[in-house]
């Protein structure tokens, strides 16, 4: 096999890689991006010169592109290359998360915040706090048009600001999410979970990594890292284009690890157990579900179909309830035809909250597990009490898995800190142990923010790319100084 030598890869298109990929760009540093997904047929990109693209799961492509890879206790199926999800059950700690250039920002629902956590950066490492990460939060919510929508100049379907909610629920007192929705594209309807066609959701691929392309930055789509060693000449990728069937093998100065918690974590798991990394003897530690807790209330409310709205109909509280858990309310939107008509008079809810991030990821027998303790992380007892309280306010039910812990907002495991015993990275992101790795996604974050992770992830990879491009600048700096000398 040809070796083929790059200087700076990103693995992963989500929150953490396409943000590490347009900071390094934007910067002057070439940059070649690996995702395992494909590009996604979506309207902003119908212009592109893209070799190939992907249907959404939507229509005659649900069956077939809702799901990539699902495994039960570690146990792995592939069901197709250009699925959009992976699903990993677990009687311990489930989660879902999504393939595709963009990542996350397909599926997610839009919701830009900081963490709720206050001082959430601080105490990890002295080299970080909130005031250094601020600029690359401004960063990416400039980037992905973030706004309330009382700024959105058009009526939001279902926005919770201007429906008539119960008289036990209130908004008062209740921070709403800024939306990373462009209102003029597309509509409302026909955004969801399982993507956005219109474009109405503003997504990575084509707000950050398009307009890179040729301009320092090549995406090569369908290429799934299989393993990372560590070699005299650098870090050896092994790679399986999807596309010819192939693998390949590059060797490159620096890797921008971003495929994700459950993804990156198997990477580096796999490639150590086969001795291609050796070290990181904290990895795993820190596991974190970010305290969600999804459920479905059957509310059947007369007269109303809740999938007109985006993903996020926004937040709420519930009046004389004390202690109460950030809860955010969505319709069902993007499910198949039958199943969304059925569906489109209830809500799902989301209750979310800082959990301890106490949980422990481990690889057995070329198995990636989670040990997560719902009971040791007392954020989802208090999520459960408010929607025992919902359902018994509103007389309908509130339906959840009170013993099985399922997040979409999985985190930790290669967590930034300063002690090899306890962390993977360091303030650069760079892994303990190994020059030239990084990580920049959400396996890196030390702690749960409590409110939807994306931009925190996202402000993380910045932060990494810039301390990068600052050190390589020095270096190149002083190359100079010592050459002229
Ligand atoms: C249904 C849902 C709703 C959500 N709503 C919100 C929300 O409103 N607000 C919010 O802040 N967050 C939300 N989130 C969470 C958010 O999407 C994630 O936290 C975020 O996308 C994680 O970013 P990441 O960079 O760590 O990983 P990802 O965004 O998952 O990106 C990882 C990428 O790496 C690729 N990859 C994986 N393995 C490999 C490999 N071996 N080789 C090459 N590429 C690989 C994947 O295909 C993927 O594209 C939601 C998530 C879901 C699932």
Not at 95 to 100: A, F
Not at 170 to 177: A, C
Not at 260 to 279: I, M, P, Q
């Amino acid at each position: 096999m040809r070796t083929e030598r790059i200087e700076t890869v990103v693995i992963g298109s989500g929150f953490g890689g396409a943000v590490a990929a347009a900071r390094l760009v934007d910067s002057g540093v070439p940059v070649t991006l690996l995702e395992r997904g494909p590009w996604r047929d979506t309207a902003p990109l119908a212009n592109a010169d893209l070799p190939s693209t992907a249907p959404l799961p939507s229509g005659r492509h649900f069956p077939t592109h809702v799901l990539r890879r699902a495994s039960i206790a570690g146990r792995t199926v592939n069901l197709h290359r250009d699925g959009l999800f992976d699903i990993h059950l677990q009687r311990e700690l489930s989660l879902v998360c999504s393939s595709g250039v963009g990542g996350g920002s397909h599926v997610y629902s839009a919701m830009n915040v900081r963490p709720a956590v206050a001082g959430f950066w601080g105490g990890h490492h002295e080299a970080v706090d909130d005031a250094v990460m601020e600029p690359h939060y401004r960063w990416i919510l400039s980037q992905m048009g973030s706004r309330p929508v009382a700024d959105m100049d058009t009526r939001v379907p279902n926005w919770i600001g201007s429906d008539n909610v119960p008289g036990w629920m209130t908004l008062d007192g209740v921070e709403q999410p800024a939306l990373g929705l462009d209102p003029a594209r597309g509509q409302f309807a026909r955004n969801s979970f399982f993507g956005s066609r219109d474009g109405n959701k503003v997504t990575l691929d084509e707000r950050l990594l398009l307009p890179r392309l040729g301009k320092g930055l090549q995406v090569r789509d369908r290429h799934e890292v299989l393993d990372i060693a560590r070699t005299n000449e650098g870090l050896r990728l092994t790679v399986h284009d999807h596309g010819s069937g192939h693998r390949r093998v590059l060797l490159a100065g620096r890797v921008l690890l971003a495929a994700g918690t459950l993804n990156s974590l198997k990477l580096l798991f796999a490639s150590r157990a086969r001795g291609s990394l050796c070290g990181m003897p904290a990895l795993g530690l820190g596991i974190g579900g970010n305290g969600d807790v999804p459920a479905w209330w059957a509310c059947r409310e007369p007269r109303r179909d809740y999938r007109a709205g985006p993903p996020s109909h926004g937040r709420f509280t519930l009046v004389d309830f004390d202690d109460c858990p950030d809860l955010t309310r969505y319709g069902f939107n993007g499910l198949p035809a039958p199943l969304s008509w059925m569906l489109r008079r209830d809500l799902v809810l989301v209750g979310m909250g800082a959990d301890e991030a106490n949980g422990l990821a481990r690889w057995h027998r070329g198995r990636l597990l989670f040990a997560y303790n719902g009971a040791a992380n007392p954020v989802l007892a208090r999520i459960h009490r408010a929607f025992d309280e919902i359902s018994r306010r509103s007389g309908r039910p509130v339906r959840f898995l009170r013993h099985n812990p399922l997040t979409v907002h999985p985190l930790g495991g290669a967590r930034m800190g300063q002690d090899l015993r306890t962390s993977v990275v360091n303030a650069d992101g760079e892994v303990h142990g190994v020059p030239g790795l990084y990580v920049c996604d959400a396996s890196a974050l030390p702690a749960a923010p409590g409110s939807p992770p994306s931009m925190s992830i996202a402000a993380w990879a910045g932060h990494v790319a810039a301390t990068l491009t600052q050190a390589t600048t020095n270096l190149n700096a002083n190359l100079e100084g010592g050459h002229a000398a």
